[in-house]
């Protein structure tokens, strides 16, 4: 802090005073905090079992740098601009590696940074990121690479003890200022460590005079880590015998739950909390609405219970098939097997990089290949956590109550399939390498269901078709089925949103790409105002998209009132194309952003009504659990 002149020195001498006090408290407080007969000891479990106390109080801030924030167990100094503290990697639960593999998420059993001579956290470039997937070819596998080349961005460090979060705050975040918080849930297909950089998205919030004509900071944004492939998706008798699975899915749970005790101390507000994810992320962001039941409160001791979370964001969740116990025993027996291990502990005993060689793509029983992203929740029993898929659940009534916005793009399926599918068996051997409980009545009808009538250059004269039917089952169908169905079980007081995202880029209007899968992802997170991201900021601080584009306009931005969804299926629509334009149409038919409600698409009702029938073997429904005797 500045010190500037002063003219009374009445008010020196006091401050002088008041300063020598805190000065001698602080040393107090401190020699009591870090002596070591009363630090904690090393079975002190910090954030997964002690809960927040219902008061807060702004702890005193560093004396060496502002910045830095400090916890029970932490102290971490962030990386700092001129408009953003990006604290890296803060520990939210223990290692994963060794005997922690295929548990849930262990509490943090030690300190960083705090107690006598420990420096604070300081990112340095090397973040510790989950193990991503290996390639399908077992002769580019290896044992000692356990990132690749696939993490966006960022320099990463290998390592199973990596179940960190990434807080971003404004630059002048206080503890206390109780901002919305963001909570992102990276994609990658349960296969890879996702994009991760919140800090983008907190410059854009900011509004030198938000709605209520006052500087309004923003908001603070929280990413997360969580296990991929099979550090976070193993599963089989064994596991269930011996451990948990689905870890993935309760790693978010526990970086949620250390967003309730600490996200104060950052400046965020934990009462004001939106889930947001795309793709893999997206199905997370489903899955946590549905996990127990669908109640996402957690228990404060004292003070009874509180919600986790108090809204949702959901772009292109993808809706995994749950894998069955007959699937899950396979991948486990070829982990196992392929470390030469009878049982689990043996597995948790391997290092790291005989772990990390099996952690590869595999396909079903009965197929030979795998799915583009196979690794998937698996069902368990009744009573626990994740008992279904997410659009079954929902569309049963099982989900946490809160607003929504949900949405998929128009073309999920082009980037995801064989871009040489050719003929009508590769058609269906393509499907069925996906869903191996489909039958070959269902193949059929798939067939006549998406018809081969659209041929692009440069690919197979069933491209087209094979993308429109998996972004139709993957992806499109079960996220409007999903949204209609919140649409309906919501009480009136709690708004779900539905939108399509119909944007191209360049080439992809003419070759036949269209509008990818998860394209909203990199208009969101990202700097750059645009229209999704006006919605979306305002609903992360109002739960309402329309509140800030309607009150504070940005110069030469019109933005229509996005309705909630009712039962007349009205949604949001962006498009890029020219007014007549569609598919096909040369690049020149790309213009500006169009933003409108639109009404409900009876094509997509036809179709979807074949996917929905079809919920149970797409593994998308009814999933048997594994019963343990
Ligand atoms: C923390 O737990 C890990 C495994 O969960 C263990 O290896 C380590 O020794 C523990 N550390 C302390 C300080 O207890
Ligand atoms: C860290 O801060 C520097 C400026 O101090 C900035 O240029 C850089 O982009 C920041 N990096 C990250 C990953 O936050
Ligand atoms: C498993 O056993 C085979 C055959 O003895 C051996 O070649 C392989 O290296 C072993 N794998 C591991 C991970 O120990």
């Not at 990390?356 to 030979?368: A, I, K, T, V």
């Not at 929740?377 to 997410?390: D, K, L, Q, R, V």
């Not at 169905?485 to 070759?511: K, R």
């Not at 409900?600 to 996917?611: K, T, W």
């Amino acid at each position: 802090m500045a010190i500037r002149a002063l003219n009374s020195s009445l008010i020196f001498d006091r401050r002088v005073i008041l300063g020598l006090l805190a000065c001698v408290v602080l040393a107090f407080t401190f020699a009591f905090l870090y002596s070591p007969d009363l630090r904690p000891s090393t079975d002190w479990i910090p954030p997964l079992t002690s809960k927040p106390t219902s008061t807060f109080t702004a702890p005193p801030k560093n004396t060496d740098d502002a910045n830095i924030v400090e916890l029970d167990y932490l102290a971490i100094k962030p990386n700092v601009t001129d408009k953003v503290r990006s604290y890296w990697n803060i520990p939210y639960a223990a290692t994963a590696g060794g005997r922690n593999r295929f548990r849930g998420p262990q509490p943090v059993n030690r300190t960083y940074g705090v107690g006598r001579g420990q420096k604070p956290l300081v990112w340095d470039g090397a973040l510790g990121m989950c193990p991503r997937i290996q390639k399908i070819d077992p002769t580019q596998r290896n044992r000692e690479d356990i990132v690749g080349e696939d993490v966006l961005g960022i320099t990463a460090r290998s390592t199973e003890d990596c179940l960190s979060l990434n807080v971003f705050t404004p630059f002048d975040a206080e503890a206390g200022d109780d901002l919305p918080v963001l909570v992102n849930i990276p994609g990658g297909g349960f296969h890879l460590p996702g994009r991760s950089n919140g800090g983008e998205m907190v410059e854009k919030a900011r509004r030198e005079k938000g709605v209520h004509g006052n500087l309004d900071k923003g908001i603070v944004v929280v990413t997360m880590y969580y296990r991929n492939g099979i550090y976070g998706f193993l599963s089989g008798e064994q596991i269930a015998k011996d451990g948990d699975y689905n870890n993935g899915l309760r790693d978010q749970r526990a970086a949620l739950e250390w967003v309730q005790k600490y996200i104060r101390y950052f400046g965020g507000n934990p009462d004001h909390v939106v889930l947001m994810g795309t793709s893999a992320g997206g199905a997370s962001v489903l899955l946590q609405l549905t996990a127990n039941d669908g109640d996402h409160h957690y228990p404060v001791p004292g003070t009874g219970r509180k919600p986790l979370f108090h809204g949702a964001i959901a772009q292109s969740p993808a809706s995994p098939t749950f894998f069955t116990p007959s699937q899950a025993e396979k991948f486990y027996n070829e982990v196992a097997g392929g470390m030469n291990c009878s049982d689990v502990t043996c597995i948790r005993n391997a290092s790291p990089g005989d772990l990390y060689f099996e952690n590869y793509p595999m396909n079903f029983p009965g197929r030979s290949t795998p799915p583009r992203w196979m690794w998937a929740p698996t069902t368990e029993p009744s009573g626990g956590m994740f008992t279904a898929p997410a659009p079954a659940a929902i569309m049963s009534n099982h989900y946490a109550k809160v607003p929504t916005i949900i949405g998929f793009t128009s073309n999920e399926g082009s980037d995801q399939v064989k871009k040489t599918t050719d003929n009508e068996a590769e058609f269906k051997s393509y499907l069925k390498d996906h869903y191996p409980l489909l039958t070959d009545e269902d193949l059929d009808t798939l067939v006549k269901t998406y018809p081969n009538d659209r041929h692009w250059p440069d690919s197979g004269r069933w491209w087209d078709a094979v993308a429109k039917a998996q972004g139709d089952i993957r992806y499109i169908c079960p996220t409007y089925l999903t949204s209609n169905a919140m649409a309906e079980h919501n009480p009136a007081s709690v708004p779900t949103y539905q939108y399509q995202w119909d944007v191209m880029w360049g080439v992809d209007i003419e070759n036949g790409f269209g509008t990818k899968h998860a394209g909203t992802v990199g208009q969101v997170m990202v700097r750059r105002q645009n229209e999704i991201s006006d919605y979306f900021i305002s609903f992360v601080k109002f739960l309402d998209p329309n509140k800030e584009p309607s009150s504070i306009p940005r110069e030469g931005v019109k933005l229509p009132k996005w309705e909630s969804l009712d039962s007349t299926g009205r949604r949001m629509f962006f498009t890029n194309i020219k007014e007549g334009g569609k598919r096909g149409d040369g690049t020149d038919m790309l213009g500006k952003m169009r933003t409108e409600m639109r009404g409900r698409d009876g094509q997509r009702e036809a179709s979807c009504g074949v996917v929905r029938a079809m919920f149970r073997r797409l593994q998308m429904e009814g999933v048997e659990a594994i019963t343990v005797d």
